[in-house]
DNA sequence: AGCATTCCCTACCTTTCGCATAGGAATAAT
DNA sequence: ATTATTCCTATGCGAAAGGTAGGGAATGCT
């Protein structure tokens, strides 16, 4: 069905989650998983790749959690969903016609070759301050405010 | 890592080769499969939701075969990986926000929704006579002719 | 120093689904 | 009738995704 990975997803859904309290104090993984509906376990292991890539920063003991690496605003969310899911290109033989015997003659992957283009730029169009906007417009239309 | 399924890409190289020999008689179901490396059994079953989607013809019994169902130029590439793989949205809550609990407030789901749409995009503006063109000029490129 | 807290690392289990194979029924030409 | 082909349904297999578990290492607090 061509569906992204939960690990696209949730790394995706985490990132924006800290991108939603970038100013504040490192948040708790417990705290992103809570938030975002994740288990916490399993959200933990999307860390590794995630600090790897430079895109999030842990700290440990009392006080500690994690925080974005970078400002909201200078992480595409191609970055993440690189980082968990390595190169975008669906096929290999995209990037390496040497993989498929038929690479040399194949209209075929230039066509697969032009659609990972499209979802490449799609993602790399939006960082995470995009996304944490979209998040607050959207916040504010569901759950309208009462106050005054 | 968001690679297409072996359906979409056997769909599109079955209907590739169709394309290929648009004028001749019925391709048999051996001959398309031998001539894209497809295993023949396997291959047999895209062949009902590309009759359903009226993109594929078959004809049984001696002199038998299958052919394309409308001109090459009038078949996108988007309507046979959509015949094999369902709709194009990555995910269920683009197009029912319902089945997404979050999705009154989800950032995330614009997101893959602008992503869906680039690759819908990708794959709509190829036709087959399109990949038939591309294929032939690499077929030329890559076995050069030896005659005169 | 000792202790609690939190991230960090590795291994393992479970389920799902893509991929493929197999066998036979229906249909058309000779 | 025989042969050639598409059509239909069911079943098996293996890899990868998705998730669980437990302990180790660093940090800060008292
Ligand atoms: S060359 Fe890899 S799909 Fe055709
Ligand atoms: S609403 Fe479905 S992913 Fe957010």
Do not use: F
Not at 5 to 22: G, K
């Amino acid at each position: 069905m061509l569906k992204p990975s939960t690990r696209a997803r949730y790394a995706l859904r985490a990132m924006l989650e800290l991108s939603l309290h970038e100013a504040t104090r490192p948040l708790l993984l417990r705290e992103i998983a809570k938030a975002q509906c994740i288990s916490e376990k399993y959200l933990e292991q999307l860390t590794v790749p995630l600090r790897c890539a430079r895109l999030l920063r842990g700290r440990r003991g009392s006080n500690g959690g994690y925080e974005l690496a970078k400002p909201a605003k200078e992480i595409a969310a191609r970055e993440i969903v690189e980082a968990v899911e390595g190169r975008l290109d669906l096929l290999d033989c995209v990037r390496m016609p040497v993989v498929c015997d038929r690479a040399p003659a194949c209209a075929a992957r230039g066509l697969w070759g032009r659609v990972s283009q499209a979802i490449t730029a799609a993602l790399s169009e939006t960082t995470l301050a995009d996304l944490r906007e979209e998040q607050r417009l959207a916040e504010a239309k569901a759950v309208p405010s009462y106050e005054i």
